[in-house]
């Protein structure tokens, strides 16, 4: 009778810990623990029932444990996180960004308590490994940072053009003094070149991938280069808009790159005095988008509500103040055909 009853104890002892293994197979440690358990009351010599009553009641603190770590993930699904670069004030820059993160969370929410937040990175290669450990869900960008994370980096995906101040893309555009030697791009071969910033897109990889396809090579003022020509533009950072025009009127720098947003804020003066020897393709400014393994339903959902934004007085409010935006809209040419552009662009910029 008491040998029935210890079997039937047993028994119910082992169905407990494999339904605690099947449930909580997902997790490799409890996995572990779980079938271990198992091995041990299946090995077990002893007939002890305190012993069998210490093992169910360890049983059930894996569960307990289990439940435990599984709950920040929970409490992060409840939050969406935008992703921001900047090496300004902190606090300025997430004030900025925070009722457009609020707003898309309560447009998220559908009967689920979603909170939003901003999450300010230094660089780029910061965001792409908060991105990379799911600090960060989706985040806004120019073209050459979005190429460096979603393609270099791999760690997320465009969904979003952004239009900015009105405007959807922007071009590049490469000038010199106005009466100067420089008339055409070709009396540009030994000259020096002035680009704006290493990391800019408008003041540096488009215009220099826009030459470099045309023929031209590059080398570095600031370096010794061996091998090269006499042919070569020699190009340097000017590091802001106001050096980049100074330079070129001082003749520090044949000509200069900038964008056409610079230019359409140059003071009238200064806009006399230099003229345009060519113009670049144009890019979106802007890009949105979200990380590689961010839920599919999720990143739907964002991407109509982001595309709707603008179409209410809130949502264009709240647009204004996130960084003068003016609305987004689905990528004109395609993620595919947009990732090989800037892929060519970039490339060959970094190239020469």
């Known amino acids: 009778m008491q040998c029935a009853r210890f079997l039937d104890q047993f028994g119910v002892l082992v169905l407990f810990a494999k339904v605690i293994f099947n449930y909580y197979k997902n997790s490799m440690q409890l996995e572990v623990h779980a079938s271990l358990l198992v091995d041990i009351i299946m090995r077990r010599q002893t007939r002890d029932l305190s012993v069998l009553a210490a093992i169910a009641a360890l049983v059930c603190g894996f569960a307990v444990a289990s439940a435990e770590a599984q709950a920040p993930e929970k409490m992060k699904a409840q939050t969406v996180s935008l992703g921001i670069v900047t090496q300004l004030d902190r606090t300025r820059m997430a004030d900025q960004f925070s009722d457009f993160v609020r707003y898309v969370a309560a447009k998220l929410s559908s009967g689920s308590d979603i909170k939003g937040k901003v999450v300010i990175a230094a660089t780029s290669f910061e965001l792409a490994r908060l991105i990379e450990q799911r600090q960060v869900d989706f985040y806004m960008e120019s073209p050459y940072p979005t190429h460096l994370i979603n393609n270099v980096q791999g760690v997320a995906k465009l969904r979003l053009r952004r239009w900015k101040g009105g405007k959807a893309e922007y071009q590049s555009l490469i000038f010199t003094k106005r009466d100067g030697e420089i008339n055409r791009l070709d009396d540009l071969r030994g000259k020096v ?31 010794y280069d061996l091998y090269a020509s006499p042919t070569d533009i020699g190009y340097l950072f000017a590091y802001s808009q106001e050096n ?19 230019y359409a804020r140059l003071e009238k003066k200064k806009r006399s005095d230099i003229i345009i020897l060519a113009e670049t393709e144009r890019l979106p400014r802007h890009f949105l988008s979200v990380r590689k393994d961010f839920s599919p339903a999720l990143a739907d959902r964002l991407e109509k509500i982001l595309v709707s934004m603008h179409e209410n007085e809130q949502g264009r409010r709240i647009l204004k103040k996130t960084d003068d935006t003016t609305k987004f809209d689905l990528l004109p040419e395609g993620d595919a055909a947009l990732q090989r552009r ?9 190239k020469n």
């Open 193 to 223: 070149l002035a680009f704006e910033d290493p990391e800019s897109t408008s003041g540096h990889f488009l215009p220099k991938s826009f030459l470099i396809r045309k023929g031209f090579k590059f080398t570095d003022k600031n370096r």
């Open 342 to 350: 800037l892929s060519e662009i970039f490339h060959s910029a970094k």
């Open 244 to 262: 980049l025009v100074n330079w070129v009127l001082t003749k520090k720098a044949a000509a200069a790159a900038f964008s056409d947003d610079d």
